[in-house]
T-cell receptor, first 115, second 115 residues
Framework: DAKTTQPNSMESNEEEPVHLPCNHSTISGTDYIHWYRQLPSQGPEYVIHGLTSNVNNRMASLAIAEDRKSSTLILHRATLRDAAVYYCILRDLNAGGTSYGKLTFGQGTILTVHP | DGGITQSPKYLFRKEGQNVTLSCEQNLNHDAMYWYRQDPGQGLRLIYYSQIVNDFQKGDIAEGYSVSREKKESFPLTVTSAQKNPTAFYLC??????????????FGEGSWLTVV
């Protein structure tokens, strides 16, 4: 499975933009890039996903490099409720074998938001 | 409201006991998953099920068992063979596991502690 690399932690101030990077240099052409976040003692929550083009939704934006070897999750105005662990995950189109639909989670980036 | 319900939230197990964690979803999703999370770590896949009466081992299936008799239910049994079961357990589901653009939804998790 293609792997992702994220910084262990990042800090931001409230109301400022946050750019969370993710490297996935071994990404294949059929891998979707997903982002989830997890608050303490809760299940992960879907944030956004994309394949090649940049994506926007009400929670965040996803900027994908042209060669797809890296991506950046953008929180436009961080709030205290955005403090969480953010996971960048590749989800394989390949429907066979043990990769069927599963998500492979790394350790993620711990985002701290200061008031 | 639609969602995934895990119970119990907190469970204590004595050495040598089997315990079962419940997971129910009313999202009409085909696929269901069980993940384990240790403190400060990412999620690891235990078992997954694509359809009723079918399930596959994930990365750390030893010491665990599952059943999928109904579409909406995917209980996980932690057996006495699991030597280090203390962890946070997460159940998840998705509409179509073969479509990587689909979102995976998570329950709130269950804390299991061996006493």
């Amino acid at each position: 499975d293609a792997k992702t690399t994220q910084p262990n932690s990042m800090e931001s101030n409230e109301e400022e933009p946050v750019h969370l990077p993710c490297n996935h240099s071994t990404i294949s052409g059929t891998d979707y890039i997903h982002w989830y976040r997890q608050l303490p003692s809760q299940g992960p929550e879907y944030v956004i996903h994309g394949l090649t083009s940049n994506v926007n939704n009400r929670m965040a934006s996803l900027a994908i490099a042209e060669d797809r070897k890296s991506s950046t999750l953008i929180l436009h105005r961080a709030t205290l409720r955005d403090a969480a662990v953010y996971y960048c995950i590749l989800r394989d189109l390949n429907a066979g074998g043990t990769s069927y639909g599963k998500l492979t989670f790394g350790q993620g980036t711990i985002l701290t938001v200061h008031p | 409201d639609g969602g995934i319900t895990q119970s119990p939230k907190y469970l204590f197990r004595k050495e040598g006991q089997n315990v079962t964690l419940s997971c129910e979803q009313n999202l009409n999703h085909d696929a269901m998953y069980w993940y384990r999370q240790d403190p400060g770590q990412g999620l690891r896949l235990i078992y997954y099920s694509q359809i009723v009466n079918d399930f596959q081992k994930g990365d750390i299936a030893e010491g665990y068992s599952v059943s999928r008799e109904k579409k909406e239910s995917f209980p996980l049994t932690v057996t006495s063979a699991q030597k280090n079961p203390t962890a946070f357990y997460l159940c998840a589901s998705s509409i179509d596991p073969g479509t990587p653009g689909n979102t995976i939804y998570f329950g709130e998790g269950s804390w299991l502690t061996v006493v």
